[in-house]
């Protein structure tokens, strides 16, 4: 269960029973007052995790914009029938319903000690998320890009990889019309699974800016469009550009809305965004296969600017770092992969993280996807328990 989600039951759970009259048992009370503990400690605990997280411009499980309001309801709610009848019992020793409750470091000797070690923890639950709440105001927007890759990253490719070759073979030669066809149709898929549903209404400037007669001429003649299709395009437009023939998407942006609206969306909305994502990847590489080679007729510093704004950035930067700075770590993380063994590129990452040139993900795994998409070759001496023998250790 991720960490909000865990917060949310929590108050649900302690707001139910101090509307309802607990039952007079003294061991239902007690099982009831240490589980308000326990929880709340171990929340505590790992939002010790997350704020430092947060801090060094990670978002590891975002804390989206309905949590903020639902949070409101809860917090400053106290009392109640489950404090009442501790408060009434409070002499009543623990050790009578022979048991022993040490929690963290609170030790329960009378239902008196629960109402103030609940308070204390409380307390503590609630400067630590206001100080999250201060942190995620001043947020580099490069943390949500980074967010927003790592849950990609996370995700199944292979079906949707899969679909795309068999598209390919189905329709060679290719040619860029193709491929536009492909992506109108593979953003016009995921807008109609709702997407953009979560999103603020377009104003009518953007509604304006939309030219869906050109949308339509990139789609089959029997594809339908609902009623609201150009809503939604143009609020799609705010995350997105065109490069020529090339889509290119603002993560930064689009990764703030995933985590804004995070606990809103669909299972098919969230397969939706991937296989929009993923899929437009593939045609983007695809597209450049058949675009003119520009390069050779650009200098050596120009030709390699153009090649880094072609590619996607590694996603270990770190948030400080300025853009120009960015591309040469990510220069020299695909020569170092591409040149050194396993045990060399664990040490020079430790020496780059060291240096607060690139964050570190805690996944192993996560890393190992990254730096072979950076083009780590995955042969022998390359394998991934290999490289999880050596990740992130001094």
């Known amino acids: 269960m991720g960490l909000v989600k865990q917060i949310l039951e929590f108050y649900e759970a302690v707001d139910d029973w101090c509307k309802v009259q607990p039952d007079v048992s003294n061991g239902i009370i007690l099982g009831k007052a240490a589980w308000v503990l326990n929880t709340v400690s171990d929340i505590n605990s790992h939002l010790d995790v997350r704020l430092e997280e947060i801090r060094k411009g990670i978002i590891r499980d975002p804390f989206y914009c309905n949590f903020w309001i639902k949070r409101c309801k809860y917090l400053n709610h106290r009392g109640g029938a489950l404090e009442a009848f501790l408060a009434k019992h409070g002499d009543f020793p623990v050790s009578q319903l022979q048991t022993v409750v040490i929690i963290k470091e609170h030790t329960i000797n009378y239902f008196n000690d629960f109402i103030w070690a609940i308070k204390e923890e409380l307390e503590i639950m609630n400067k630590q998320l206001d100080t999250i709440k201060e942190h995620i105001i001043k947020l580099d927007p490069a943390a949500y890009g980074n967010y927003f890759r790592n849950c990609m990253n996370e995700c199944e490719e292979m079906t949707v990889t899969t679909s795309y070759r068999i598209w390919v073979q189905n329709n060679l030669p290719l040619t860029i019309e193709k491929l536009r ?98 899929t437009q990847q593939l045609i983007r590489q695809d597209m450049e296969k058949l675009l003119p080679e520009q390069t050779q007729k650009l200098s050596p510093s120009s030709a390699a600017a153009t090649s880094d704004q072609e590619e996607e950035l590694l996603h270990f930067i770190h948030p400080e770092i300025e853009e120009e700075e960015a591309w040469k770590i990510h220069r020299t993380i695909k020569r170092l992969v591409a040149h050194h063994g396993i045990q060399d590129i664990c040490r020079f990452l430790n020496e780059m993280a060291r240096d607060k040139k690139i964050l570190l993900p805690q996944s192993a795994e996560m890393a190992y996807t990254e730096l072979r998409r950076m083009g780590m070759p995955d042969g022998e001496g390359f394998g991934k328990k290999y490289f999880m023998r050596y990740y992130n250790k001094e």
């Open 181 to 278: 066809t492909k992506l109108t149709e593979t953003i016009a898929k995921a807008l109609i699974a709702g997407i953009m549903k979560h999103d603020t209404p377009p104003t009518r400037r953007e509604l304006q800016q939309v030219d869906l007669d050109q949308v339509i001429q990139e789609l089959p003649a029997d594809y339908e469009l609902p009623d609201d299709f150009k809503k939604w395009w143009a609020q799609f437009c705010r995350y997105t550009h065109w490069d020529g023939d090339i889509l290119r998407f603002d993560y930064n942006k689009y990764g703030r809305y995933g985590c804004c609206h995070r606990d809103e969306f669909s299972e098919e909305e969230r397969y939706a965004i991937y296989e929009l994502d993923k």
